[in-house]
C-alpha cells in the first residue's frame, strides 16, 4: 500500500518536525510535566488536561506502575500516549480488539506520531513492514494483540528494542470477574519480565473493586499508584420516561435530533428489525445490528454508521464493542437493559467528545414481569444475583430524586450535589411532588377488597372501571372500588402503584406479581400517614428545551459547510471523519470565525500537524463563508 507507506514516512518527519519545536521551545524548562503540557497542546490541540490525567502522566513519566480507572470517553489514551512521545523508547499498547486497534492508529497516524499494530488483520508484507520499522526505532507507540504479543519471535524481537512503557488497555480483560475474561491477558505478568527497563500502565472503565484488586494483584501493582476518576460525566442529559407508544416515542424523539448520530438498543433481533423498518419507511438514515446478520453485514452497517454515512443503529446489545466513534449524540434504550452496569456502560457510547448527549430510557413496568420470568429459570444463586441488580435497576428507575445520586452511589461514589441539571427529574423540580394519599387509600383498599391475589394490571382493571372478562369472573365489578379511579390513565396508576411499593405500603409476590399489604398500609387507611409522590404528566416538554441547548450559539450554516468538507477530506484519506477533526473542534470554528493559521492553532483540537495539513482547506470555507455573509 504505497499511500499507507506515504503518509508513514511523511508523518515521520512531521514527528520530528513536533520534537524539534518541543526541544526549542523548552530548553530553559525541561521539565517533563511541561513537556507533556506542550505535547497536549502542540500535537493534539488541547488546552487542558482533565482530571487526573496530569497526575497520571507525571507517574507514568517517573516510571512507576500506575492503574487508571475512567469511564468511557474520560480521556485514557492521552495518559500512555503523552508519556509515550516523551520517553525515548518504544510504548507497547495491549489492546484486545482488532478495531480499536486500528482506530487509534488512524488517529494517531493523522495527529502526526508514529504509530503502528501488529496483530492477525495484517497481510504478511505489512506485517514484515512494520517489524522492520520497529527494528529501525522509527516506531513510538506499537498496538499489539495480546495473542500476537506472546508468540516466541514477537517477544524476542521485542526484547531486542528499548522499552519504556507497556500499557494494558481494557486491563479488566485480565479478571476472571471482569465481563470481558481474555486468559492471554493473564500471561502478561511473565511478559513484563522481558522488559526490565519498562513501566507499566493499566487502564479500564470497569469499576469494580474485585476487577481493580484482580488487575493490581496480577500484574503486581503498589496500592499507591492507584488513579480514580468519577464516573460522572456530565455532559449525559439522562431521561427515563414510561414506555406508553415506543415507536412514536422514538419518531417524536429523533425528530428533534435531526442529522445527529445515534444508537438504539432493543432486547430482541426482531424488534431491531421491526424498529430499523419503521425508521426507514419514515425517511431516517438507519442501519440494523445483530447477531442474525453475517459477519460482513454487521462490518459493513458498523463501518457506515463509523463513516458517517449512516445516522441511526437500531442493535442488540451487541452493538458498540470496539467502536470509538466520539460524536454519537443520544443513546436510546428501547427495551429496559439487563442491570445498571450494562446500561451505564451503553449510555457511555454518547457524548464522548464531551459535548452535550441524550440518553433516554423507555421504561415499561410490564418488562419487569418478564426479567423476573427469566431471572426464575435461573438457578437459586444466580437468581439472588440478578434479583439485586434488578432491584437496583428499578430504584434508579422509579427515583424521584437526581438521577445520578442512585446512579453514581451504585458505582460506590457519593454525589456531592443536591442536583444535576442534566436529568429529568432535575428538570421536573420539587413542584410535582404533591398528596397523593387518597390515591394510596383507593388502591390500597382495592387490594384488600380483592383479597391481596392480584397484580397491578388487575386492580388498575378494577379501579378503571374494566369490562375484562376477568373483572366479571371473579365479580369484582361488584366492589365498592370499581370505577373509583377513572380520573387517571392506566399509566399514571402504574406509576403511582411503583411508588407505593417503593414506600413500603405494599409488597410485591416476586414470582408472580401479587400484591400485599404492609402495617404501613394501615397506618395510610387510619390517617396517621400523609403520602407524598408524584403523578406522573407528560415531561418530554421541558426536557426538550434544554437538550437542543449547546455550550455556544454556533453559525450553523458555516458548521454545515465545515462538516461537508470534513466528510470529503476523510473519505479521499479513508479514514472515518472525526479522525480528521471532532465535532466540538467544528463548532468553535463556527463560532470564533479564525481566519488564519495562527489563530486556527487556538481552537480545540487544533495541533499543529493538522493546521498544517488541513488548516488551509478550513481556512478557506470560513474565509469565503464570512465574505459571503459579511462577517
Ligand atoms: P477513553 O479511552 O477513556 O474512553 P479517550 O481516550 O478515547 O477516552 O478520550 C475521549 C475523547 O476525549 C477523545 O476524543 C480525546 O481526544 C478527548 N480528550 C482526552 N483528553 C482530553 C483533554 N485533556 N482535553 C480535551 N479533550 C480530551
Ligand atoms: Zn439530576
Known sequence: MPRQAGLRILNNLFYCEISMQIRKNYKKADFMTDRAKNILGEVFGYSEFRSHQKKIIENVLKKRDTLVIMPTGGGKSLCYQIPALIFNGLTIVVSPLISLMKDQVEQLTELGVSALFLNSSLSTEEYGRNIDLLKKNKVKLLYIAPETLLMPRTLSLLSSLAVDCMAIDEAHCISEWGHDFRPEYRQLSDVRTRFPSATCIALTATATQRVREDIKSSLGFDVSNEFIASFDRKNLFINITSKDNPVSQTLDF?????GESGIIYCFSRKQVDDLYRTLEENGYSVKPYHAGLTDKERAYNQELFIKDDVQIIVATIAFGMGINKPNVRFVIHFDLPKNIETYYQEIGRAGRDGLNSFCLLLFDYGDIQKIKYFINQKSETEQRIANVHLSALLQFAETEICRRRPLLSYFGENYPANKCGMC??????????????VLAKKFLSCVKRTNEMFG????????????SQKVYNFEHEKLSTYGIGKDYTRKQWFHLARQFINK???IQDEKYGGLKLTEKAYDVFKGQETVLGMIEVERMANVKKKETETEYDYDRILYEKLRKLRKDLADKAGVPPYVIFSDKTLIEMAVFYPRSKESLLYVYGVGSVKQKK???YFLDIINSHCKEHQI
Do not use: E, F, P, W
Open 504 to 506: 413500603g405500603l405494599m
Open 456 to 467: 397491578i394490571n388487575h386492580i388498575i382493571d378494577v379501579l378503571r372501571g374494566s369490562q
Open 254 to 258: 429523533l425528530s428533534s435530533h435531526s
Open 614 to 616: 488541513y488548516g488551509s
Open 424 to 437: 429529568d427529574n432535575c428538570l421536573a423540580g420539587d413542584k410535582n411532588l404533591v398528596d397523593i394519599t
